[in-house]
């Protein structure tokens, strides 16, 4: 009976046991076949969004990749994201992120569901939460952070309300946000929970930037400095400081933090550009000197050697300061040469282009470097001042040339005896070249290969002495073989139609010394000259007027005054009559009213806009951006919501024709904002490829229509039996019209040109043509 109730017992107790461990061993499969792999993925992808964040204090990670280009927008990074109201770039990444973290969530939503008595099931909703914020699915991770916070104390709980925090800011409930945050510090610090320290004032600091309040950035920057034990994340922040002291023009504190940054172990890329920074603010306070010692030190450490493309920049610019332009030269050279597939070669290009320009004045050196600038790795906005100024300068050359032709044609005018001689001279090498042409085709049409034949013409040809050979002297057949030469005309015009001609384009190249080119000195030249040599033609006024600006930049107001009082007086009907009398303080300027970016009445209706995007309420989004742009078009939201509308169109709705109408009308009115200069790249790309493909189907299409023409004519066939002699009828405009409609398709509701097939009737005997009366 006693072994009897003991096997009973026996029983039960293994049965509570194997009952007790069902738990673990649900645990168990759960971490292998669905946790397990979760965390794995989620640690990978988390660790490559770390890797590639290229700024620790951007406050928003962008995780988007726009598509391929094929008939659409090409693969471009953005440089801002909806609610950005300040000049902080979002950071970028590339790869299959959002596919991951997108496995990440369903991996986990089978634990969330079925599988909620887990251990792991708090593991799935922190991991859950993270990954929908760095989606940037902000509502979705804050109600995944605040389920976890409702499941009270876990080993997640002081991190998951940071988290909690970084949602509320993101959703702009900013006093949530920052009180959440000043807890969490809090906590951590008591705990010694240096990790959490560390994140939760990069986060505030970031905030701060991205908001544009950089006083508090600053205040937060040394709050930190003052309980962190960690000396590279010290440096870092105390460099960061010294940017923030940059954006509010404070020179003075920026210098010191820069210097302060080697107080404590920087890594080595904040140390570098602590110096570059250090050494570019003496240079901008005036202490040229201490910049230049500063370079050369580093010029000769060790350490920097490989980043000497950057230190020789900066001594190259400091030379161009202090007018030193053969170092500057031999500086910006030795960069170009040395690093050619490095960006620092593309800025090193741009910057001989200005010495070029602005101190040796050789314009066709300029051109050539701010050619090579524009075409290279550098940064997209010294790119984008390169093509400018090659623009510029190619302007230049085009206006010195016009005056060439009209010096040229007032010479034939007034002097007819030269143009016969020209004409003559003109038709004596024309005749030499189409002779030495003629030759050489002979030549190789028995076999001679063209350099044989060049040689031969050489040898056949006189040899002059040395000494009669002027240097760089060019044959005039030479010069019309490269179409360099034009045969000359006999001018149609008056001699002073020309000199018309000719003071506007002294002007305009005055004018292009005035503003593009900044050549003060220059522009005075050619404005003079008009007066002097042209003083009766109608361009007159405005020369006066740019001349009367000219002295005011010089501070020569007495000058200046005079000459806009002499335009007042003289020029009546002249519309700078009112400019002169506004510099004179006869009229009062009108005022454009700026409104302050902290009173902005758009921000209110764009805040409650962005909640509709994180909603993917994408077409009500897309409506109220416009309406912002079109009731607020003086606001600082309107371009903004313009590139947002073009944001939605393009990468949420792959709409890319609508996207380009968006992106064009930014270009179109507000081109000197970021926004514009983002897209602008892009849509040119775009509107390209259009025009290709619209060219690469006109040529079947005007095929096809030629075609059908020729089919619907009725022609004479006599050889054809039993069929009357019909007289020719050639179809009229407004049938082929009618017939055309099909070729010009166009459907105004996805506002793109149709690229399907043209279908035609082919046999057009079927339909009765009737003939014209």
């Not at 008939?71 to 953005?78: K, L, N, R, W």
């Not at 400095?225 to 509010?248: F, P, R, W």
């Not at 060790?302 to 980043?307: L, P, Q, R, V």
């Amino acid at each position: 009976m006693k072994k009897k109730n003991f096997l009973k017992a026996l029983s039960f107790a293994l049965l509570a046991v194997v009952l007790s461990s069902c738990g673990i061993w649900t645990d168990f499969t759960t971490y292998f076949n669905t946790y397990y792999n979760a965390k794995t993925l989620f640690d990978r992808v988390e660790e490559e969004i770390i890797k590639r964040k290229k700024d620790i204090f951007a406050f928003r990670e962008d995780q988007s990749s726009a598509p391929q280009f094929t008939g659409q927008f090409p693969s471009q990074p953005t440089t801002r994201f909806i609610g950005e109201t300040g000049g902080q770039s979002t950071t970028q990444f590339s790869g299959n992120i959002n596919q991951d973290l997108n496995k990440v969530i369903e991996k986990c939503s089978k634990i969330l569901q079925y599988q909620k008595e887990s251990s792991f099931f708090p593991d799935a909703l922190f991991i859950t939460g993270k990954a929908f914020y760095y989606l940037q699915e902000y509502s979705r991770a804050q109600r995944k952070f605040l389920e976890l916070a409702v499941l009270g104390d876990n080993k997640y709980a002081l991190e998951n309300n940071l988290w909690l925090a970084k949602t509320y800011l993101q959703l702009r409930s900013f006093n949530e946000g920052l009180k959440l945050l000043e807890e969490v510090k809090a906590e951590a610090l008591k705990e010694g929970n240096d990790k959490l320290i560390i994140e939760t004032s990069i986060t505030k600091i970031s905030f701060f930037i991205f908001r544009e309040e950089y006083i508090k950035a600053i205040e937060a920057c040394k709050d930190f400095l003052e309980t962190s034990d960690d000396e590279e994340k010290s440096a870092l922040v105390t460099y960061q400081m010294g940017k923030i002291y940059l954006k509010i023009n404070d020179k003075e504190n920026a210098l010191r933090a820069f210097n302060s940054v080697l107080k404590y172990s920087p890594a080595f890329e904040i140390e570098l550009q602590s110096r570059l920074e250090t050494a570019r603010l003496l240079k901008a306070l005036n202490r040229v000197d201490e910049s230049e010692k500063a370079l050369e030190e580093m010029q000769h450490m060790g350490k920097f050697k490989n980043n000497l493309d950057e230190i020789y920049i900066e001594l190259g610019q400091i030379y161009y300061d202090k007018k030193e332009t053969k170092r500057a030269i031999d500086f910006f050279k030795d960069v170009d040469s040395t690093y050619r597939v490095n960006p620092a070669s593309g800025i090193a290009s741009f910057w001989l282009g200005k010495v070029y320009e602005e101190q040796v004045r050789d314009y066709d050196s300029s051109y050539k470097y701010y050619n090579k600038a524009a075409m290279s790795l550098a940064p997209r906005e010294i790119k984008q001042d390169a093509g400018k100024k090659a623009r510029d300068i190619d302007k230049y050359f085009i206006a010195k040339n016009d005056l060439k032709e009209l010096d040229k044609k007032l010479t034939y005018v007034i002097k007819p005896h030269i143009f016969e001689a020209d004409s003559v001279e003109y038709d004596i090498a024309l005749k030499e070249y189409l002779e030495d042409n003629r030759r050489l085709m002979e030549q190789q049409s028995r076999g001679f290969s063209r350099e044989q034949s060049e040689l031969g013409q050489q040898q056949l040809q006189p040899q002059k002495d040395q000494k009669d050979i002027k240097p760089k002297q060019i044959p005039l057949k030479t010069l019309i073989a490269q179409g360099k030469i034009k045969k000359p005309e006999r001018p149609r015009i008056s001699a002073d139609s020309i000199k018309t001609e000719y003071a506007q384009s002294l002007y305009t190249l005055g004018s292009l010394f005035f503003s593009e080119l900044d050549a003060l000195d220059s522009a005075y030249f050619y404005f003079q000259k008009i007066l002097n040599e042209y003083p009766d033609k109608p361009v007159k006024a405005q020369t006066l007027y740019s001349l009367g600006t000219y002295y005011e930049i010089i501070k020569d107001t007495s000058r200046a005054d005079s000459i806009f009082k002499f335009i007042y007086d003289n020029y009546e009907k002249e519309p700078l009559r009112n400019a002169a009398a506004q510099k004179l303080g006869l009229v009062k300027k009108e005022e454009k009213k700026i409104i302050r970016k902290d009173a902005d009445p758009a921000e209110k209706f764009y805040v409650e806009v962005e909640q509709l995007y994180y909603d993917k309420k994408y077409e009500a989004a897309i409506d109220s951006f416009k309406n912002i742009y079109k009731n607020f078009r003086t606001s600082l939201f309107a371009p903004k919501a313009l590139f947002y509308a073009g944001f939605i169109y393009e990468n949420e709705l792959k709409m890319y024709d609508s996207a380009a109408v968006y992106y064009g009308i930014l270009i179109s009115e507000f081109k000197e904002t970021p926004t514009a200069k983002a897209v602008f790249a892009k849509y040119m790309e775009f509107i390209n490829q259009k025009l290709k493909t619209k060219e690469a189907e006109k040529e079947p299409k005007e095929a096809e229509k030629k075609k059908n023409e020729e089919q619907i004519q009725i022609k004479d066939l006599p050889n054809q039996q039993n069929n009357p002699v019909v007289n020719p009828i050639t179809i009229q405009p407004e049938v082929a019209d009618t017939l055309d409609d099909n070729v010009k398709k166009f459907d105004p509701k996805a506002k793109k040109i149709s690229t399907e097939p043209v279908k035609t009737e082919r046999d057009t005997s079927k339909k009765p043509i009737k003939k014209p009366e």
